[in-house]
Nanobody, 123 residues
Framework: QVQLVESGGGLVQAGGSLRLSCAAS????????MGWFRQAAGKEREFVAAISRSGAATYNADSVKGRFTISRDNAKNAVYLQMNSLKPEDTAVYYC????????????????WGQGTQVTVSS
């Protein structure tokens, strides 16, 4: 069982940057593929980025390519999302998730989730 806690969200102006962190507890973190999802008010939860167990492979949604970078540190049981050139449409609650399938874009294939952190981008 892995428990996830996100942090780093906040209010930022368009064009700014934020770095989200996800701290994991549990012995299986390094064997878990990890992902970030987001959910804007009134919308479905959507895939943002994913990373393989070793960190060697990463996957990004088209909407964030070139702006967001996912990374992980298995020694620290943590995964990160560096967000640059933020846009108002990036406003959402961001969730960290872990699962068995590396690079999965489907939220249904992730087994455990954090509580989310709010990111608000003002224009």
């Amino acid at each position: 069982q892995v428990q996830l806690v996100e942090s780093g969200g906040g209010l930022v102006q368009a064009g700014g940057s934020l770095r989200l962190s996800c701290a994991a507890s549990g012995r299986t973190f390094s064997s878990s593929a990890m992902g970030w999802f987001r959910q804007a008010a009134g919308k479905e939860r959507e895939f943002v980025a994913a990373i393989s167990r070793s960190g060697a492979a990463t996957y990004n949604a088209d909407s964030v390519k070139g702006r967001f970078t996912i990374s992980r540190d298995n020694a620290k049981n943590a995964v990160y999302l560096q967000m640059n050139s933020l846009k108002p449409e990036d406003t959402a609650v961001y969730y960290c998730a872990g699962g068995r399938y590396s690079g999965s874009l489907a939220s249904s294939e992730y087994d455990y989730w954090g509580q989310g952190t709010q990111v608000t981008v003002s224009s």
